[in-house]
């Protein structure tokens, strides 16, 4: 599953896209992430699967583009800690 | 004001299938508490046996109760009867008597699939106040979805706004919206705040009440292409919520896509959510999840 957590309002697209059937639920991306937005539990759109897979937190949904800015500096933008982390290259940012 | 029209106001409903006996068989319920409209879809051995669709209140728990008690109205069913409940919706966790919580996602995707069958692809849902795109596979598995909840852009409750300002019941604005001779401009903003102010602008300037509905359906058909664009528009391509009611956006958007919507006179739309909470319910039932 393709899973774009986020929002779209008029100043653009902030989507973080967690690709659930790549993941493995290593908790990499939750280690990494210096802010918590990232977590790993039972995949809540997939109610009959036991799989673990990692998702954005509830409470960060509506705010990522103020919490990701510290890793998104304007130029010189290292790679981002949480697509980084992740082995299976299962985590993508909108903007 | 005394004796003012709510014109806003959609009708509630309640159903119950005439040909269906539920006794001796396995009841499971949905309910979905949604931020304006509440559900409760009641399944016979995963037949629609009854539903009920009306207004939430500002109490989730309540108003999960009044629904799943009308939806329940004269069929002889008592809560106990009822196996297993899943709630879906804004008020999922604030469902007294369900066995589990399940998002609107999963749902929708699964309620929309037994609505317009399995060769459903992207199922928009356009609620009160979030609007989903959601792709699926022939069981109404979600393999795509985007929710766009922080704005109330081409949703529900705007349309409300504009039927109340406008003086048009809420069940006449598609109709009314299409008849014009030609398109307008869209409202410039996608903002439902803005776009109240621009389209009380635009009826000083002496605009029709049926150009203004036009203007604002056209903006909200561009806004929701928009969202669709992220994830794309897989065929066959269906509606769910209240806004697939509403022909002056379901006609503008089939034009922005490019594809023919499917259409459903079986089931109300409104339910996609709850039946697919009761589908879920069943399955839970058995897989032998308590």
């Given amino acids: 599953m393709i899973a774009n957590y986020g929002y779209k309002d008029g100043s653009g697209d902030y989507f973080i896209v967690i690709d659930t059937d ?29 799989e673990e897979v990692a998702f954005v937190t509830e ?7 103020y919490t990701c800015a510290p890793c998104k500096p304007m130029t010189n933008r290292p790679p981002l800690p949480c697509i980084a982390a992740c082995k299976q290259e299962a985590i993508s940012h909108s903007w | 004001m005394v004796g003012k029209a709510e014109l806003w106001r959609w009708t509630e409903s309640r159903w119950t299938n005439p040909n269906l006996d539920w006794k001796g068989k396995l009841i499971t319920s949905g309910v979905d508490v949604g931020s304006v409209s509440s559900q409760a879809v009641l399944l016979a051995d995963g037949e629609l ?5 009306m207004r939430t209140g500002s109490d989730s728990p309540d108003s999960a109760m009044k629904a799943i008690n009308w939806a329940m109205e004269d069929t002889g069913l008592k809560l106990d009867d009822i196996t297993y409940t899943v709630g879906t919706g804004y008020g999922r966790v604030n469902v007294p008597f369900s066995q589990r919580a399940i998002t609107e996602i999963a749902c929708h995707a699964r309620g929309g699939n037994f609505m317009y069958g399995p060769s459903v692809r992207t199922i928009l849902d356009m609620g009160g106040q979030d609007c989903k795109a959601i792709h699926c596979d022939e069981r109404g598995k979600v393999t795509n ?3 766009n909840d922080k704005c109330a852009a081409g949703t529900g409750r705007g349309m409300e706004v504009f039927a109340d300002i406008l003086g048009v019941s809420i069940n006449d604005v598609g109709d009314l919206s299409l008849d014009v001779d030609k398109e307008p401009q869209p409202v410039s903003s996608t903002c439902v705040v803005y776009a109240k102010t621009e389209a009380t602008g635009l009826l000083r300037e002496g605009w029709p009440k049926n150009k203004v509905l036009a203007a604002y359906c056209s903006a909200m058909a561009h806004r929701i292409m928009t969202l669709l664009e992220r994830i794309g528009v897989e065929e066959d391509f269906a509606i769910t919520g209240g806004i697939a009611k509403n022909k002056g956006v379901v006609t503008r958007l089939e034009k922005e896509v490019g594809i023919t919507i499917m259409k459903t006179t079986d089931y109300d739309t409104q339910i996609a959510g709850a039946l697919g909470a009761a589908l879920f319910a069943k399955a839970l039932v058995e897989k032998g999840k308590k």
Avoid: H, Q
Avoid at chain 1, 59 to 65: C, M, N, T, V
Avoid at chain 2, 49 to 53: G, V
């Fill in chain 2, 49 to 53: 046996y009854a539903y009920s669709n």
């Fill in chain 2, 145 to 147: 979805f985007l929710m």
């Fill in chain 1, 22 to 50: 790549k993941c493995n639920g290593c908790k990499d991306c939750v280690t990494a992430c210096p802010y918590g937005v990232m977590d790993v539990g039972p995949d809540e759109n997939d109610p009959l699967s036991d």
């Fill in chain 1, 59 to 65: 409470a960060e949904r509506k705010k990522i583009k």
